[in-house]
């Protein structure tokens, strides 16, 4: 069974602070995705890595896939209100042969206070 | 471009009844998959579909099924509901069928379903 383990759970900072969610897991995955999720809405896709060792930037956001493609991270600078919400990061593992389904982690709860 | 929609948004229900939820995929996208989420499990994969094909399938029991319609259109249906079924299920769509190392889906609101 793959598991995909982020952590910390919850995590409350002022704005203007830095952070870094983190997501593990034992299995390789193809492919990782980070989605931010506010309340009441579906997940929203931030961003796709690909290669190990990859790394990008959207604004004040910077993605990391591990370089054994089993973890990912990633660092928020400096985090504003609009910030708050649930990450989560999801693995993309092959199915049954051609078919590939994702592995959702187990979520960060991020408040941003003003 | 529209978003995925999902009818109903909210769903109460007692246990031992059924039902169906509803999910429009965004215009052109051909796969549809289906996740519950909880505040225990978190997000759970159901199933998949494509081409009016289940491809995919999560460890759910055969009380949850699904079928696509030939307009890319998605059900899923519940039967004989459990109090541990109460979840937000949340519908996803994609361009492709989920395959290869991109598999981007939009997903929808959801529908929170609660069983009394």
């Known amino acids: 069974t793959q598991l995909l383990e982020q952590s910390p759970q919850f995590l409350s900072i002022q704005e203007g602070e830095n952070l870094t969610v983190y997501c593990n897991s034992s299995?390789?995955?193809?492919?990782l995705q980070w989605y931010r999720q506010e309340p009441g809405e579906g997940p929203v896709l931030l961003v796709t890595?690909?290669?190990?060792?990859e790394v990008k930037k959207l604004k004040r956001l910077t993605f990391q896939f591990g370089d054994a493609r089993k973890d990912s991270s990633l660092h928020i600078t400096a985090a504003q209100p609009g910030d708050t919400g649930l990450y989560l990061c999801?693995?993309?593992?092959?199915?049954?042969?051609?078919?590939?389904?994702?592995?959702f982690g187990t979520g960060t709860l991020l408040a941003v206070q003003p | 471009k529209a978003g995925v929609t999902q009818t109903p948004r909210y769903l109460i229900k007692t246990r031992g009844q059924q039902v169906t939820l509803s999910c429009s995929p965004i215009?052109?996208?051909?796969?549809v998959s289906w996740y519950q989420q909880t505040p225990g499990q978190g997000l759970q994969f159901l199933f998949e579909y494509f081409s009016e094909t289940q491809r995919n399938k999560g460890n759910f029991p055969g009380r949850f099924s699904g079928r696509q319609f030939s307009n890319s259109r998605s059900e899923m249906n519940v039967s004989t509901l459990e109090l541990g079924d109460s979840a937000l299920y949340l519908c996803?769509?994609?361009?492709?069928?989920?395959?290869?190392?991109?598999?981007?889906?939009?997903f929808g609101p959801g529908t929170r379903l609660t069983v009394l």
């Open positions: 996803a769509s994609s361009p492709s069928p989920l395959a290869g190392a991109f598999n981007e889906q939009f």
């Open positions: 299995s390789v995955f193809s492919s």
């Open positions: 999801a693995g993309s593992v092959l199915y049954g042969g051609a078919t590939n389904k994702l592995i």
């Open positions: 215009s052109g996208h051909r796969s």
């Open positions: 890595v690909v290669t190990g060792g």
